[in-house]
């Protein structure tokens, strides 16, 4: 399986509540109309603790949105697709950034 793993920061108005209620009752079924994800996940930041052995990234994060596909076909599929256009026109209205990964999971512990 192929994951995109992206970091999501909501326009600097935008609240915490507002991003996640738009994120998950708006964009939520845009992403699920796009017929190549195989699975849609988003794991909103609640704090952000730190290590004092380990210097900190210095980054804003409201959001992590994690798309599954078979392989990398399907996800060039899926880009070039017409509700994956609607996903992201939906998703510049809303993102202050994004940084995504595309990314191969290995599962080490079941």
């Known amino acids: 399986m192929i994951k995109s793993l992206s970091l999501l920061?909501?326009?600097?108005?935008m609240s915490r509540e507002e991003f996640r209620r738009i994120w998950v009752g708006e964009h939520a079924p845009l992403v699920h109309a796009v017929p190549q994800v195989r699975r849609y996940v988003l794991s909103f930041v609640l704090e952000e603790p730190t290590r004092p052995d380990v210097p900190t990234q210095a980054m804003s994060v409201d959001a992590i949105a994690e798309l599954w596909y078979d392989d990398m076909a399907a996800l060039?599929?899926?880009?070039?697709?017409?509700?994956?256009?609607?996903?992201?026109?939906?998703g510049a209205?809303?993102?202050?950034?994004?940084?995504?990964?595309?990314?191969?999971?290995?599962?080490?512990?079941?």
Do not use: C, D, W, Y
């Not at 993102?95 to 999971?105: D, N, R, S, V």
């Open 93 to 110: 209205l809303h993102l202050g950034a994004i940084k995504t990964f595309l990314t191969e999971e290995i599962a080490v512990m079941p």
């Open 76 to 90: 060039k599929a899926a880009a070039a697709s017409a509700e994956m256009k609607a996903v992201q026109a939906n």
């Open 9 to 13: 920061t909501r326009k600097g108005a």
